[in-house]
Every structure is written in structure tokens, then in C-alpha cells.
């Protein structure tokens, strides 16, 4: 199974070589947000029939990705993910990003691996780290919630949300001053003000996550130049954190 990324249209053309790795069930979630997108089955297929068969650690370690815990939890079927808490404090999970949509990464391929999780962790990240190489200043994009200065950084590498991961990337980015952010969905990230009410990044962030069923918890991490810490905005969130939001309860 595949965790379908919500995002701007993708435009992708099939590749030519075939794989056994099929689409054997369809779970459909909540309807998306306004402006938010998802691939097409055909897209989804498409990807799948470019990836080996055994999905080999030779390969793989190429395409793999720290991932945030999202709100929704995963159908009954799909392969429990291997989390681990890294720094800074937060717990992710690993997969393989294959365009549309992530692989999760189970403990059955990771024992096929043979591969240490810390491993798995070290390569994921340097993974963020080379893909944020091609991100720059210039492509966040600059708002506010009046009187409050927002910046807005879609990646399109499937790393908004784990630039949090990498300090000295989101120092290169966002620049060296005191930050708060928000991740809402994977491939966002929103920086505001150090010291921004908490309230109102709580707002923003429920705004935002409503949009996408795949969405990450109310999270805040602030950012001191140097290094990042979590802030944990559950309290902040006014509404419940339930079904009639995400169309599933909250998982911590």
C-alpha cells in the first residue's frame, strides 16, 4: 500500500518498465481541502511499475525519507511504520518516496534490509539534506495574518515538514533570526514570528491541516538560529481534534 501525497497537480508521464508491485486495495479518506490535489489511480500506478520488485536497501536508500506522524491514522491492513524519536524530540517514521505517493517502511522490509534503523535514519536524512541543497529563500512565499508576518515554503521534494530536521538547512533558508513554525501538511512548512501568540499559530495550523485528510499534528517548533525544539500546540487548538475535523480522531 501507498500513502497518497496531497499536493499540487503532478504532471508525470508513465515510465516504460514494469514491476509485480500492484494496488490490491483502495481505502478512500476524506475529501481534500480546497487547493489541495492528489494523484490519479493511473498516476499512482504509473509510479509503482517504476520500482523493483524487491525494493532492495541498494536502491531504496536513495528514495528514503524521514516522515512526521500524520493525524489520520492508517487503514486496518496497512504496514505498521517504524518510528523512532530523533532529534529533535519528535518521532518519525521512514519511506520511500516514489513521486505521488510514499511507501511506508515496515518492520517486514526493514528486516529484508538487514539495515539498522539508526542507518535508515542517517541515510533519510542526508536524503533531506541534498534535496533542500536545491531550495533557496526565493521560493518561500511572503504573507500575514495582520499584524503577523507569515512565510509559506512549499518544497516540492516532499520535504517542507522535515526541514525541522535539519537546522542548519532551514538557517539557510529561512535565515539565521529566532522563528516559529508550523508544519501542517508534509511538504509545508510556515514560519512566523518567535514570538507569535500561540494561539494563533494554533489557528493557522488547524486552518491549514483541515485541508489535507493526511495532515500532521498541531505541532509547533521554535527556532533559536541554531537548533530547533518542539512546542506542542494541543492545548492552543480551539475545537475538538475529532471526526468532524479530520474525519478521524487525533493520534498523539
Request: aromatic share 8%; proline share 9%; with cysteine.
Amino acid at each position: 500500500m501507498a500513502d497518497q501525497k496531497p499536493r499540487r497537480r503532478l504532471n508525470k508521464s508513465a515510465r516504460s518498465r514494469r514491476s509485480n508491485l500492484r494496488i490490491t486495495n483502495i481505502v478512500h479518506g476524506p475529501e481534500l481541502g480546497p487547493g489541495v490535489v492528489s494523484a490519479s489511480l493511473e498516476e499512482l500506478e504509473a509510479a509503482l511499475e517504476g520500482q523493483p520488485d524487491d525494493l532492495a536497501w541498494d536502491w531504496a536508500s536513495a528514495h528514503v525519507i524521514p516522515v512526521m506522524r500524520r493525524v489520520r491514522p492508517y487503514p486496518t491492513g496497512f504496514p505498521e511504520p517504524m518510528y523512532t524519536v530523533v532529534d529533535p524530540g519528535v518521532a518519525v517514521a521512514f519511506a520511500i518516496d516514489i513521486g505521488p505517493a510514499f511507501m511506508s517502511i515496515g518492520a517486514d522490509l526493514l528486516r529484508s534490509w538487514d539495515v539498522p534503523l539508526s542507518e535508515v535514519h542517517a541515510r533519510s536524512l542526508a536524503n533531506v539534506i541534498q534535496r533542500a541543497h536545491a531550495i533557496d529563500g526565493a521560493a518561500i512565499v511572503e504573507g500575514s495574518i495582520d499584524p503577523t508576518p507569515t512565510r509559506w515554503l512549499q518544497t516540492g521534494q516532499s520535504i517542507g515538514s522535515v526541514l525541522v530536521l535539519a537546522p542548519d538547512e532551514l538557517k539557510r533558508i529561512f535565515g539565521a533570526g529566532p522563528a516559529f513554525f508550523i508544519t501542517p501538511m508534509r511538504d509545508l512548512i510556515i514560519g512566523l514570528p518567535a514570538d507569535v501568540d500561540r494561539e494563533l499559530a494554533a489557528w493557522l495550523w488547524l486552518e491549514v491541516a483541515a485541508l489535507d485528510p493526511n495532515c500532521l499534528g498541531p505541532i509547533g517548533y521554535r527556532f533559536d538560529g541554531r537548533s530547533v525544539r518542539p512546542d506542542s500546540l494541543e492545548s492552543f487548538v480551539v475545537g475538538p481534534l475529532d471526526a468532524d475535523t479530520f474525519g478521524t480522531a487525533y493520534v498523539a
